[in-house]
Structures are given as structure tokens and as C-alpha cells.
């Protein structure tokens, strides 16, 4: 399979490199100032699941540079959402599906209408990775899941064909039956998970020996969960209950990768994901007191370098 990885950060890098490993074609289209890091010095991932490196990572800064492509691994943060859209319809034109990897929901209608219905197939990923100050990619997390499935009936194929490409890759990618209702069940979780570790500038740990500060992460959950509901996603009280379990299993160090990007002094992706949850409300007349008020207390350290 033609592999291309759009946004080769901590989430494209990390299951583009885990692809080549085992020998699928991969090129990860870049930017300058990324092409020539990933030139000098490789592709490195350090993970508790097995480091690996690229020597010589096929790059290109060009979709016109790209002849062959089945699909797009399309991890960029969900601020670049726009500024990528021309080099995705490029590929879509040479034949491309777009796989992306974001957290939120709102970017799959948007590329939908860019792109059109055929060419955006669902996907999700569950991994803890960031990139260091040298660009490689640092995975801290035992899980690094991926799942995709079709978001219009002439996807089927695709998607099983990439799950068998992966097969043998050090990662484990499953094909959902629902990818729907999972991507609204991951929008629930990481609005709360990201939402609260940000705001609060502190680790899972540290939140879950403050019941009330956990609290307010389950209380965004239910709105997330009501959110849902109100576009027909039947997330139910179980799903709330499930994610809360999730919280209380992760490491006490684990955090979000929003978390881990207001420690770097970062960019947020703070407008895509509690923005566009805000936004989705609106259009429901719905109200989301504490995802607004998380929204409120995060923004102003959304493009700060603090
Ligand atoms: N990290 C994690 O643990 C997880 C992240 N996610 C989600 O995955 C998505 C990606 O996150 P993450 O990997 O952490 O983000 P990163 O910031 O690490 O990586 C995003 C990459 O996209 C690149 N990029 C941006 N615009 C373009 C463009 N037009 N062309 C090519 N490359 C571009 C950036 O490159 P440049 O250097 O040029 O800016 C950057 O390297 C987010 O939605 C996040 O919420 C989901 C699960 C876990
Ligand atoms: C919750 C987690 C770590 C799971 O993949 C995530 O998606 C993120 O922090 O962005």
C-alpha cells in the first residue's frame, strides 16, 4: 500500500514509522523546516513498545511530488485543519483516502465538504506521544491503537485493506463497525481528559486526589454525552462510567497531549476541540456549562509561549 503521512508530529510520525517498519511504502509530506530535521537526523521513536528509527525517511514538501498514493495518514493538529486542506485535495486527486487520526469532530464534516463524502474515512487513535526539542517522536503510553472505518459504503475495501498492511505492524489497528459513535465516545473522553488536565495544569494523578477537581471532568463528560444524544450518537451513562474507569486506570503521570502542550509553552488545540463541542451545542441549542467554563479558564494560554 502507498502510504503518505500528512502532519508527521508526535501521532503521524509515530504510525507512519511503525508502517515502514514492516515494509509498507511511506512518505511523510512535510514542511521545510520538519523536512530538514527529519533529513539531518532521521526519524527516531523512542516507545515503551519498542523503539525504532528511519535512517533515511522518504520526504517530500510537495503533494506534486507524491505519483502514487492510497491513503492519507492525516495527523495534523486540528489548528492546521485549513491549511492543509489544499495539499489533501492534491492526493485526493491522484486517488487518495483521507485517514484522519484528530481528536474532535468537527474536521470530518469540513473535509467532508472539501473533499467530498468518498474520499474521508473515520478514524481514531489511543496513544500517549509527543515530540522532544529534536523532533523524534517519544512514546509513553503501552497503548498505540488505531481505528478506521467507512464513513460511506465504497470505504469497506479500503479500510480492510489497510488493517491487513498493518497486521504485522507494532501497533494494533482495528477496523470499527461503528467508527461514528467510537470517534464521539474518544470526542467525550478527551474533551474531559484534555479539558482538565490543561485547565488545571496537572497530571491524571493529581486530579484523582481531588475529588472535586475530578468531578468537574465527570461532569463534562455528561455534557458530552447529552451532546451527543442530541445529534443521535447513543452514548449512553455506561460510556460516562466507562470513561471515568478509564481515568481512574491511567498512570498517575499520564496526561493529554493538549497537557503536554501547555507544558511545552504550545499551540492548543483548545477552539477545536471545546470550541467546536461550544459550537456543535449552539447549533443544538444546548448549553455546556463546564466545557464552557474549561473552554474560558484554558484559552488564554492557547497560543502563549508561557
Ligand atoms: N499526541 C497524542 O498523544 C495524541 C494526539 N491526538 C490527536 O492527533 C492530532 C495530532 O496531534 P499530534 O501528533 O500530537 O500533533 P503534533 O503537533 O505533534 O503534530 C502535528 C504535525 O502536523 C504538521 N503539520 C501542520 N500543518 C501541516 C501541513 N500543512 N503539512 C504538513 N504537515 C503539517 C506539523 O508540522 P510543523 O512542524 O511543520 O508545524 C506537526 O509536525 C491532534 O488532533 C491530537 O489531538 C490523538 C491521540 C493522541
Ligand atoms: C487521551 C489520549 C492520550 C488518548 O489517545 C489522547 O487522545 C490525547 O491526549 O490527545
Aim: charged share 20%; hydrophobic share 40%; glycine share 8%.
Amino acid at each position: 500500500m502507498k502510504i503518505v503521512v500528512v502532519g508527521a508530529g508526535a501521532v503521524g510520525a509515530y504510525f507512519g514509522a511503525r508502517l515502514e517498519q514492516v515494509g509498507e511504502d511511506v512518505t511523510f509530506l512535510v514542511r521545510e523546516k520538519r523536512a530538514s530535521q527529519l533529513s539531518r537526523q532521521g526519524l527516531i521513536i523512542t516507545s515503551v513498545e519498542g523503539n525504532y528509527a528511519i535512517k533515511e525517511p522518504k520526504v517530500v514538501t510537495s503533494p506534486n511530488d507524491i505519483d502514487e498514493v492510497d491513503l492519507v495518514l492525516f495527523g495534523v493538529k486540528g489548528y492546521h485543519l485549513e491549511n492543509s486542506i489544499a495539499q489533501l485535495k492534491t492526493l485526493v486527486n491522484k486517488g487518495a483516502k483521507i485517514l484522519p487520526l484528530l481528536n474532535g469532530m468537527e474536521h470530518i464534516s469540513i473535509l467532508q465538504e472539501k473533499l467530498g463524502q468518498e474520499a474521508v474515512l473515520g478514524g481514531l487513535c489511543f496513544i500517549i506521544s509527543t515530540l522532544n526539542s529534536d523532533g523524534d517522536v517519544v512514546h509513553s503510553s503501552s497503548f498505540h491503537d488505531l481505528r478506521l472505518g467507512p464513513l460511506h459504503p465504497s470505504q469497506k475495501e479500503i479500510c480492510n485493506k489497510f488493517a491487513e498492511s498493518a497486521h504485522n505492524a507494532n501497533m494494533n489497528v482495528v477496523v470499527s463497525d461503528d467508527v461514528v459513535l467510537e470517534m464521539w465516545n474518544k470526542y467525550m473522553f478527551i474533551t474531559a481528559f484534555s479539558g482538565i488536565t490543561t485547565a488545571t495544569n496537572l497530571a491524571i494523578g493529581e486530579i484523582r486526589r481531588n475529588p472535586a477537581t475530578l468531578e468537574i471532568a465527570n461532569k463534562v463528560l455528561i455534557e458530552m454525552q447529552q451532546l451527543a444524544n442530541a445529534y443521535d450518537i447513543p452514548l449512553t451513562s455506561k460510556h460516562v462510567g466507562k470513561a471515568m474507569s478509564n481515568l481512574a486506570s491511567l498512570a498517575d503521570e499520564a496526561t493529554s497531549s493538549m497537557h503536554q502542550d501547555r507544558r511545552k509553552g504550545g499551540q492548543l488545540e483548545v477552539e477545536h476541540i471545546h470550541g467546536g463541542a461550544l459550537r456543535l451545542a449552539k447549533q443544538k441549542g444546548l448549553t455546556l456549562p463546564y466545557t464552557d467554563a474549561i473552554y474560558g479558564i484554558i484559552k488564554p494560554f492557547e497560543n502563549a509561549k508561557q
